[in-house]
């Protein structure tokens, strides 16, 4: 795979027009907190002084794990396909919250074990293979099976309308893959990355760091991104990968889960450096990885939720304060407008000195 280019959002011009019209409606300055922040990055991400959402957009992927055989998660393998009849049948939480904010939904079926009847929201031209491979005695995918799910997750990208996309997940074990991959490319400590998952006991938490100890091992010269991808990942973490890397390309608005979201983040970010500059990050999940990722990735979610679900249902039930921090952009009057007056100059500039100070 060849990455695209990612466009710099940086625009110092854009930054303070976008500053000047935050700071000018009828307000005290920073009265808005993080909306402001927020809008001002959307604002940049698209290069627009006007940010706007259009047809947002959740894509789902799905696949099995071929590691879960050494008993790494309470759920068996099953449970994958099972969840997506669920998606398809409207029953599952993410499905419930894209009703709500009216967000489109469709799962892809990136490598589950099973086969799926034709249905309106399954994408099922981008199966790779039926699972991937068991990573404790093998790589868990092979390149040429990487990069076509790269490639894949790229296809689902440009095919997308609007302007935002949230990546869900499903795939029992996949915890255990974005766990590998984020001791290895973030050089930490398994056991600093892993968690319950699904909801592991004591003893069960316990076979799954040796497990994975074992994996990184065995996969000690995977150090590459696309090597660590390859041997340590999964189908649909690497198709998630790929829709990142193009969305970001196409100057999409990233809107980011949980743990394995974000895992995918930072592994496309490795392979196109620029990824992270279109990604918003939409809440903490409960993963203890997850707080070692936003360290490494110095992102702040906008909720904690202690949430820890998946399938894009942290980032979806964020999605409406995007939606509040373009409109204020776009719709709320200024002190000019409204005929408001403002603070004096001298008190105005002595706030915005310790806004300043408090912001460095």
Do not use: W
Not at 69 to 88: C, D, E, I, R
Not at 235 to 250: F, R, T, Y
Request: charge should be negative; proline fraction near 4%.
């Amino acid at each position: 795979m060849t990455p695209p280019n990612i466009t710099a959002v940086a625009n110092e011009q854009l930054y303070q027009q976008l500053k000047q019209i935050i700071d000018n409606k009828t307000k005290p300055l920073g009265a808005l907190g993080r909306l402001e922040s927020l809008g001002l990055q959307l604002g940049m991400i698209q290069g627009s002084t006007q940010p706007q959402i259009e047809q947002p957009q959740i894509r789902v992927f799905a696949a099995d794990h071929g590691l879960t055989k050494h008993g790494t998660s309470a759920f068996p393998s099953a449970v994958t396909a099972q969840m997506v009849h669920n998606f398809l049948n409207g029953g599952a939480a993410i499905n419930v919250l894209a009703r709500q904010h009216d967000i489109e939904l469709k799962v892809v079926d990136a490598g589950v074990d099973a086969d799926f009847d034709t249905h309106p929201q399954l994408l099922s031209g981008y199966k790779v293979k039926k699972g991937s491979r068991d990573a404790l005695t093998e790589p868990a995918m092979t390149d040429e099976e990487c990069l076509l799910a790269l490639n894949n997750g790229m296809s689902v990208a440009k095919q997308l309308t609007g302007n935002l996309l949230i990546v869900g997940e499903m795939g029992i074990g996949n915890t255990s893959a974005a766990s590998l991959l984020l001791a290895r490319l973030g050089d930490l400590p398994i056991a600093d990355c892993i968690g319950r998952g699904t909801g592991l006991d004591d003893a069960g938490l316990k076979h799954k760091q040796q497990i994975l100890s074992q994996v990184l091992q065995f996969h000690r010269k995977a150090k590459s991104p696309f090597a660590a991808l390859a041997a340590l990942g999964g189908l649909e973490i690497a198709m998630m990968v790929g829709a990142l890397i193009q969305a970001a390309s196409d100057r999409r608005i990233l809107l980011i889960d949980g743990f394995i979201a974000s895992v995918s983040l930072l592994v496309a970010e490795r392979l196109a450096p620029g990824v992270v500059q279109y990604a918003v990050f939409a809440h903490h999940s409960v993963e203890p990885g997850h707080a070692q990722l936003l360290k490494l990735l110095n992102a702040e979610p906008l909720l904690d939720m202690q949430m820890r679900l998946g399938e894009g249902s942290g980032a979806a039930l964020a999605y409406p304060l995007l939606q509040s921090a373009c409109a204020i952009i776009n719709e709320m009057a200024s002190f000019s407008d409204a005929g408001i007056s403002e603070k004096n100059s001298s008190e105005k500039n002595s706030s915005a000195n310790n806004n300043s100070e408090k912001n460095q």
